[in-house]
């Protein structure tokens, strides 16, 4: 029901675009989140958007790089991510959240997709 989509390598200050498609039962009204876990390292919030009103959150580690979208048209929440660094290197993956939630706390996901690996080289 989530599909995580666009890793891959880039180099030091590239850009990359990830998808999620979302589908089955996972409604519109539903929060999108992605999420990355880098080797040996807990895994982290990155950035949401709720699908319902469009209000977005970011990690600060990111802010000002990347920017979430949604096409609810198409069902799909982009996670554009410039002025890529080293430590970006990890999966991401995307979640749904059904109702409250908070990026800092990927218990308040409900629903997970596979990962994506975005490996970026210095």
């Known amino acids: 029901q989530l599909q995580a989509s666009g890793g891959g390598l880039v180099q030091a200050g590239g850009s990359l675009r990830l998808s999620c498609v979302v589908s089955g039962f996972i409604a519109g009204d539903y929060a999108i989140g992605w999420f990355r876990q880098a080797p040996g390292k807990e895994r982290e919030g990155v950035s949401c958007i709720s699908r319902r009103d469009g209000y977005t959150d970011y990690a600060e580690s990111v802010s000002g790089r990347f920017t979430i979208s949604s096409d609810n048209a198409k069902n799909t929440v982009y996670l554009q991510m410039n002025s890529l660094k080293p430590e970006d290197t990890a999966v991401y993956y995307c979640?749904?959240?059904?109702?409250?939630?908070?990026?800092?706390?990927?218990?308040?996901?409900?629903?997970w997709g596979r990962g994506t690996l975005v490996t970026v080289s210095s």
């Open positions: 979640a749904a959240a059904r109702g409250l939630w908070m990026l800092s706390s990927a218990l308040s996901f409900d629903y």
